[in-house]
């Protein structure tokens, strides 16, 4: 039987991320996820992390990728739907239904406008506005179940990993999904040992 791999087995190591500060223009983590995705042609040997570390103090605070900028398209006034609104809609009162309905096609007028005007009014929040929380959650000497548990139950694609409180890497589902197609080998169901 092979020895358990751990976490730092798997994890990539942080440097191989980039951060930016929290304070920095939206604009600029974009430039670099560009950058970072015309490098990775298909069958290119390059690697395309997604995410961008965000910093305050050198510390990381958060995370930017490619869903948190498509999330970021939804105006805030469409993520939430006041209960009022809601409750009328369903109501007998003709004038407040109106007005209600009336300020529901308002929050969701950007659903009519075209995806350029969009980008160009949204790429103007600040990074903080579009950042996901990052919390380091791992050890290096976490197990990969463990790791697994942590992911689902923090309904996030990635964790920080950290040594004497320090991070020192990356886990994510490509990290995880590699070494399980490692176990499966190539006629799904033959294990390889390492």
């Known amino acids: 039987m092979t020895q358990e791999k751990k976490v730092k087995d798997l994890m990539a190591p942080i440097t191989d991320y980039e951060t930016i500060d929290v304070d920095a223009p939206l604009c600029d983590v974009m430039i670099r996820l560009k950058k970072h995705y015309d490098q990775c042609m298909p069958h290119s040997a390059a690697r395309f992390n997604k995410s961008i570390f965000v910093t305050d103090e050198e510390h990381i605070v958060g995370k930017l990728?490619?869903?948190?900028?498509?999330?970021?398209?939804?105006?805030?006034?469409?993520?939430?739907?006041?209960l009022r609104a809601l409750n009328t809609l369903f109501s007998s009162r003709v004038q407040q239904v109106s007005e209600d309905v009336s300020e529901i096609q308002e929050r969701f007028a950007w659903l009519h406008q075209s995806f350029f005007d969009?980008?160009?009014t949204e790429s103007r929040k600040s990074i903080r506005?579009?950042?996901?929380?990052?919390?380091?959650?791992l050890k290096e000497d976490d197990t990969i179940n463990w790791a697994i548990y942590s992911m689902f139950k923090l309904h996030?694609?990635?964790?920080?990993?950290?040594?004497?409180?320090?991070?020192?890497?990356?886990?994510?589902?490509t990290h995880l999904f590699a070494e399980m197609m490692n176990i499966v080998g190539?006629?799904?169901?033959?294990?390889?040992?390492?």
Do not use: Q, W
């Open 118 to 120: 969009l980008v160009k």
């Open 156 to 173: 996030v694609r990635e964790l920080l990993v950290t040594r004497n409180g320090k991070v020192i890497g990356v886990l994510n589902f």
């Open 186 to 194: 190539p006629d799904c169901g033959a294990v390889i040992t390492s």
């Open 129 to 137: 506005e579009c950042m996901a929380p990052a919390h380091a959650v």
């Open 65 to 82: 990728s490619m869903y948190h900028f498509i999330r970021a398209l939804v105006p805030e006034t469409s993520k939430t739907m006041e």
